[in-house]
């Protein structure tokens, strides 16, 4: 059934609807356009453990569970659209999402699974870069703690293009690595120092509009290269403002969400609407 192979958003959507399929939009564009957005879908990697063996890589964003495991869930998903996504698009997401589905929840399925989301180029990340640790939870996160916008802007990353269950844990920066080890975490951009949240970006292999040039953004006061990004000023004037207003750092950087939200999507506009200008 066609609303059953349907995926969130269109080109021009934010709002996480269910939409057609549009031969000029292909399925996997439509979910790959919201990733990083708060609109973006719940999505759920349901496939086999030798299948993920043979192609150790998530969607972003994407949440390992088995495909029976996942109708568990439904009481929390109420309300929301979740994206089942399986090898191929065939028997496990359809099935799962079918569970969901008797449950109210409007599950829908990625057309062409992981491969054709492989095929068509778009993003993924290596498992190798994620926590280890069970499925039924978020992942964990260990960060110095502490206010530095490289390090906040990380834990947005994780949030919107990883994991936005993460559970970040904020400790003293020589205890990182010995906390990762015993929690079955992950250290935040280890050695990553002024350019974190690029050294962050290499490690997950996210290759998605605006980001590198977000990077360039955030680096611009220590590289000094705030000719070349002068909102750079403006940006660390008012991420200062809000460290001074939340110096707890769960509370700030819960706080800087919604700035990095705004900023990410303004310079992934103007990003996407530069190639789109060039002949």
């Given at each position: 059934m066609r609303e059953h192979t349907a995926v969130v958003g269109d080109q021009g959507s934010e709002q996480g609807q269910v939409v057609e399929h549009d031969a000029d939009q292909p399925e996997p564009?439509?979910?790959?356009?919201?990733?990083?957005?708060?609109?973006?879908?719940?999505v759920f990697d349901v496939r086999i453990d030798d299948d993920v063996a043979d192609d150790p890589a998530?969607?972003?964003?994407?949440?390992?569970?088995?495909?029976?495991a996942l109708e568990h869930l439904a009481e929390s998903l109420a309300g929301q659209s979740p994206v089942?996504?399986?090898?191929?698009?065939k028997k496990l997401s359809q099935g799962a999402a079918a569970l969901l589905r008797t449950h109210g929840v409007p599950a829908v399925i990625l057309e062409?699974?992981?491969?054709?989301?492989?095929?068509?180029?778009?993003?993924?990340?290596?498992?190798?870069?994620?926590?280890?640790g069970p499925r039924d939870?978020?992942?964990?996160?260990?960060?110095?703690?502490?206010?530095?916008?490289?390090?906040?802007?990380?834990?947005?990353?994780?949030?919107?293009?990883?994991?936005p269950q993460a559970q970040m844990l904020f400790v003293e920066s020589d205890q990182v690595e010995m906390v990762a080890e015993r929690f079955d975490a992950a250290p935040l951009a280890p050695n990553g120092g002024s350019r974190a949240f690029r050294s962050m970006l290499d490690a997950l292999e996210l290759e998605i509009d605006g980001l590198r040039r977000l990077?360039?953004?955030?680096?611009?006061?220590?590289?000094?290269?705030?000719?070349?990004?002068?909102?750079?000023?403006?940006?660390?004037a008012v991420w200062h403002g809000l460290s001074m207003r939340h110096p707890d750092d769960?509370?700030?950087?819960?706080?800087?969400?919604?700035?990095?939200?705004a900023l990410y999507l303004w310079i992934r506009d103007i990003e996407v609407a530069d190639r789109g200008s060039r002949p």
């Open positions: 564009e439509n979910l790959n356009r919201l990733l990083g957005t708060a609109k973006a879908p719940p998530v969607i972003p964003t994407a949440r390992r569970l088995g495909h029976r089942v996504v399986c090898q191929k698009g062409g699974g992981t491969l054709g989301w492989t095929q068509r180029g778009l993003p993924r990340i290596p498992l190798s870069a994620l926590p280890v939870r978020g992942g964990v996160w260990v960060s110095a703690h502490g206010p530095a916008i490289d390090r906040d802007i990380c834990v947005w990353l994780i949030r919107r293009f990883v994991d990077a360039d953004l955030i680096e611009a006061p220590v590289t000094g290269r705030c000719d070349l990004f002068p909102e750079a000023r403006g940006l660390m769960i509370e700030r950087v819960e706080a800087a969400m919604a700035l990095f939200d």
